[in-house]
């Protein structure tokens, strides 16, 4: 069965300071995993993918993430935080249509809360 | 292209008061799906749907209505709201069996019933 660990509820850094957010995911088939952005009082945007092909992905605001599949993780990076990067973070992975009954269906974790302190 | 669509972004309701969220979307997705977020809960999906006329439960739908009569439109119904349907309610969409689109989310709808 699919699912999502986000280890770390809250995690707090300084400006320029490394980011890490760390998602672990358990799929019984080759996952399509996800990483979502809530910024305060928004709705959730993508903030990058992975699906097949290069492990290391990049998305939005110099964020990345790599599919480790030894490892069954898809961590969040960016080099150096800013403080618009303050912001809750979900990672998802995917549930294959012939899983679901015929649809698309994402599995959240539970989230990680980034503050990022000057 | 306005995406997903939610109405209200915010409402004060008393408890035992009905009230209808709204989601439209314009993008031609045959699955819509309801979430509410709570603090320290993430995501916990409501009801969804796979196309016009099917709907189906997710993990918390006691207190939840929904109806799908079009591609477009999605609303969710509270009957007689309760303080514990306090939230922020996401509609989310996505083409059908395509999994590596991902949803596409509203903004949201923060209810709170007092």
């Known amino acids: 069965a699919q699912s999502v660990t986000q280890l770390g509820s809250h995690v707090s850094v300084s400006e320029g300071a490394l980011v890490l957010l760390r998602c672990n995911y358990s799929?019984?088939?080759?996952?399509?995993l996800f990483w979502y952005v809530q910024y305060p009082n928004q709705g959730l945007q993508l903030l990058l993918k992975?699906?097949?092909?290069?492990?290391l992905v990049k998305g939005i605001n110099g964020f990345e993430a790599e599919f480790k599949k030894s490892e069954t993780s898809f961590h969040l990076t960016k080099p150096s935080a800013h403080m618009s990067d303050a912001a809750e973070y979900f990672c998802a992975v995917s549930v294959p249509p012939h899983l679901t009954g015929g649809y698309n269906k994402l599995i959240f974790g539970a989230g990680t809360r980034l503050a990022v302190h000057p | 292209n306005a995406g997903v669509t939610q109405t209200p972004k915010f409402q004060v309701l008393k408890t035992g008061q009905s009230m209808t969220l709204q989601c439209a979307q314009d993008?031609?997705?045959?699955?819509m799906s309801w979430y509410r977020q709570d603090p320290g809960m993430g995501l916990r999906l409501i009801h969804y749907?796979?196309?016009?006329?099917?709907?189906d439960q997710g993990e918390v739908p006691n207190g939840y209505n929904v109806s799908r009569s079009t591609t477009e439109d999605f609303p969710l119904r509270l009957l007689s709201a309760a303080p514990s349907q306090t939230s922020v309610y996401f509609c989310?969409?996505?083409?059908?069996?395509?999994?590596?689109?991902?949803?596409?989310f509203g903004s949201g709808t923060r209810l709170t019933v007092v």
């Open positions: 989310a969409s996505s083409y059908l069996g395509e999994v590596s689109y991902g949803y596409t």
């Open positions: 749907s796979v196309g016009a006329g099917i709907t």
């Open positions: 992975y699906t097949t092909g290069a492990t």
């Open positions: 799929s019984s088939v080759p996952p399509y």
């Open positions: 993008m031609n997705h045959e699955y």
